[in-house]
């Protein structure tokens, strides 16, 4: 069998998969390709997935009995806090998946957007300007 057609495990984290799909949606709009469309598919699934948390913590987990003997907690966090990154870059992907429709998105979201935008050189030299300029 060619290793071309195996499929694989990969880890990456949140993160490297929102930039993967951001990578693969601008190739699907800009050639189409029947690859690019299967990819983002699974990358898609995969985001939707992280949002939801059904990625997140996985694995296995001590017994009660051994956690409370080695002085722990089995109390689970209620939050995950996201790295800034990973917030600027969600709202960019929504950014993107709405069309480019500011009105989707809220205040922080906007803001969070257009972080991310400044930060990978994704903006004009007017937004560019725009942002840089004093907030009164």
Do not use: C, Q
Not at 13 to 26: A, C, F, P, Q, S
Not at 27 to 38: F, V, Y
Not at 58 to 85: D, F, Q, Y
């Amino acid at each position: 069998m060619n290793p071309l057609d195996k499929t694989y495990r990969v880890s990456l984290t949140g993160l490297e998969v929102m930039y993967l799909l951001n990578i693969t949606k601008t190739k699907l709009a800009t050639t189409g390709e029947p690859l690019a469309s299967s990819l983002a598919k699974k990358l898609t699934l995969y985001k939707t997935k992280i949002d939801m948390g059904a990625l997140a913590g996985r694995g296995i987990e001590p017994s009660p009995s051994l956690l409370a003997s080695l002085g722990g907690s089995s109390e689970t966090p209620t939050s995950i806090e996201l790295p800034k990154e990973t917030i600027w870059l969600n709202a960019y992907t929504k950014y993107l998946e709405n069309s480019k429709d500011w009105s989707t998105l809220s205040v922080s979201e906007i803001e969070a957007a257009k972080e991310h935008m400044y930060l990978n050189f994704l903006m004009t030299p007017e937004e560019v300007a725009e942002f840089e300029s004093p907030k009164s």
